[in-house]
């Protein structure tokens, strides 16, 4: 499996489409949630794509700078093929996502908006809960943060 960085300029337009199809696949058609994926914030972000040894995208997630969505950076729209789960791929994405965090922001806090239903996955990564879950466009999420005393992926 081969990793990347693209800002949104930097794009292809086929990866582009790779990009807002599987989040569609997941996000939209997997959790029968009709919301609008295309939120406005791609455009200021870094794109983490993973794709397997046939180019084909399996992984994805988006980091925020400050501001865009909380006061800190943050991480989101964390994806793995649902067929290649349980493999430590999201793992993989996230441990990426948080070292770049620390290489823009350095000693910044991480923050994230997570499904509740994966709050032990990011806890294991050293995020913990701020808030009660609330409602999302009918899934229960929760807002995390990583505190910038921890730094990524050490």
Same mark, same amino acid.
């Given at each position: 499996?081969?990793?990347?960085?693209? *800002?949104?300029?930097?794009?292809?337009?086929?990866?582009?489409?790779?990009?807002?199809?599987?989040?569609? *696949?997941? !996000?939209?058609?997997?959790?029968?949630?009709?919301?609008?994926?295309?939120?406005?914030?791609?455009?200021? @972000?870094?794109?983490?794509?993973?794709?397997?040894?046939?180019?084909?995208?399996?992984?994805?997630?988006?980091?925020?700078?400050?501001?865009?969505?909380?006061?800190?950076?943050?991480?989101?729209?964390?994806?793995?093929?649902?067929?290649? =789960? #349980?493999? #430590?791929?999201?793992?993989?994405?996230?441990?990426?996502?948080?070292?770049?965090?620390?290489?823009?922001?350095? #000693?910044?806090?991480?923050?994230?908006?997570?499904?509740?239903?994966?709050?032990? !996955?990011?806890?294991?990564?050293? !995020?913990?809960?701020? @808030?009660?879950?609330?409602?999302?466009? #009918?899934?229960?999420?929760?807002?995390?943060?990583?505190?910038?005393?921890?730094?990524?992926? =050490?």
């Amino acid at each position: 499996m081969d990793w990347y960085w693209r *800002r949104y300029r930097d794009l292809s337009r086929d990866e582009l489409y790779a990009v807002l199809s599987l989040r569609q *696949r997941v !996000f939209v058609v997997e959790q029968h949630c009709a919301y609008l994926d295309a939120d406005g914030l791609d455009q200021d @972000g870094w794109h983490l794509l993973g794709v397997d040894d046939g180019g084909k995208l399996v992984a994805y997630l988006r980091v925020l700078p400050p501001g865009a969505r909380f006061n800190h950076p943050s991480i989101g729209r964390v994806i793995v093929l649902p067929e290649l =789960r #349980g493999r #430590g791929i999201a793992r993989a994405a996230m441990l990426r996502g948080m070292r770049k965090v620390e290489e823009l922001h350095p #000693g910044e806090s991480i923050c994230m908006y997570a499904q509740a239903y994966l709050e032990g !996955f990011y806890q294991d990564l050293g !995020f913990e809960r701020l @808030g009660e879950p609330y409602d999302e466009d #009918g899934i229960v999420h929760v807002d995390m943060i990583r505190r910038g005393d921890r730094v990524a992926g =050490r």
